[in-house]
């Protein structure tokens, strides 16, 4: 069972960054598969961003395309999700997981979180 910590959220302003960072416990790290999930006040928790483990394939959804980028280092057991252009709508409680997945090309059409961390939060204010 690989154990995660969420790190970097907090409170921004519309159209700010923040970088939100994810380190893993064990020596299995690059193996895994790694996603960041949201969950909104009263929403589901939702996927957001997908790195595979050797980090040749990244995956997002549509709404933060061009906005999000999801990296990981190996070396240091950390993957991290830079948030650009932050919106109101971006809201929520951030976790990162293991993941086990299946796309097509660039979009993901199945994902299931295995090992999850606690989540941070982020609150961008409009």
């Known amino acids: 069972q690989v154990q995660l910590v969420e790190s970097g959220g907090g409170l921004v302003q519309a159209g700010g960054s923040l970088r939100l960072s994810c380190v893993a416990s064990g020596r299995t790290f690059s193996i895994h598969a790694m996603g960041w999930f949201r969950q909104a006040p009263g929403k589901e928790r939702d996927f957001v961003a997908g790195?595979?483990?050797?980090?040749?394939?990244?995956y997002y959804i549509d709404s933060v395309k061009g906005r999000f980028t999801i990296s990981r280092d190996n070396g240091k057991n950390t993957v991290y999700l830079q948030m650009n252009r932050l919106k109101s709508e971006d809201t929520a409680v951030y976790y990162c997981?293991?993941?086990?997945?299946?796309?097509?090309?660039?979009?993901?059409?199945?994902?299931?979180?295995?090992?999850w961390g606690q989540g941070t939060q982020v609150t961008v204010s409009s």
């Open positions: 790195i595979n483990g050797n980090a040749i394939s990244t």
């Open positions: 997981a293991t993941i086990s997945y299946t796309a097509v090309g660039d979009i993901v059409t199945e994902v299931r979180g295995n090992s």
